[in-house]
Structures are given as C-alpha cells and as structure tokens.
C-alpha cells in the first residue's frame, strides 16, 4: 500500500470511462503492447493509448470493449506512438494486466467517484 492521500488527491486524478474504437499491435514497443484509440464521449472525444496488456488480449478481440482511463496525464511518447490516456487495469498472480472496467452501462466519458 502507498501512503495516504486526501480525497483532494484524488479528484486531481480524472478517471474516465470510454470504448475502445481502434485496437492494433504495437510491434515497436520495447515491451509487448497493443495500440488503441479509446472514444471517451463528447466532452473529450477520442483519445490514443498504448497498453501492454498483449498476455490477456489481442486486438481484434477489443473494438467495443469498456476501459478505464486517466485522461488528465500529460501525453507521453512511446516509441513513435505518443499516447495520450493511461489505460488502467491490474496484475493477475503472474503479472499480466487486466483491463479495468464497469459492471453496468454508463455513458463514454462518465467520470471515476
């Protein structure tokens, strides 16, 4: 566990619910990754990711599927893809990473409570 934080910490951090509408391999990645556009709504649009999450997924399998996002980092370049949104999820017992996601439907761009 990290140290603790106010609950202003975490409003600073915009999490974000979105759909995936493009998924491709990443084959310039140092680490295996998958490309991805994630449509956040309206208010934000459509936003690029890179996630290695290649153990559990593949891309064909990840048009239409729900994601979690913070979408107020800064965008970083990664090879020569920069992405703008961290895509989350979390470790299985082997470290590979599943994606993150809501149980019910909610609109793109609904934000994280």
Do not use: C, W
């Not at 999490?15 to 140092?30: H, K």
């Not at 994630?38 to 891309?59: C, L, M, N, W």
């Amino acid at each position: 566990m990290t140290e603790p934080i106010t609950y202003a910490d975490f409003e600073k951090v915009d999490i974000r619910i979105g759909t995936i509408v493009e998924a491709e391999p990443f084959p310039q990645a140092r680490r295996p990754a998958i490309k991805l556009v994630i449509d956040f709504g309206p208010e934000i649009g459509r936003k690029k990711s890179s996630a290695q999450i290649t153990v559990h997924y593949a891309p064909e399998t990840l048009v239409g599927r729900r994601v979690m996002g913070v979408v107020n980092f800064p965008p970083r370049q990664i090879g020569p893809f920069m992405s703008e949104v961290l895509t989350l999820g979390f470790a299985d017992a082997e470290g590979a990473i599943v994606l993150a996601g809501v149980e019910r439907p909610v609109p793109d761009g609904a934000r994280l409570y």
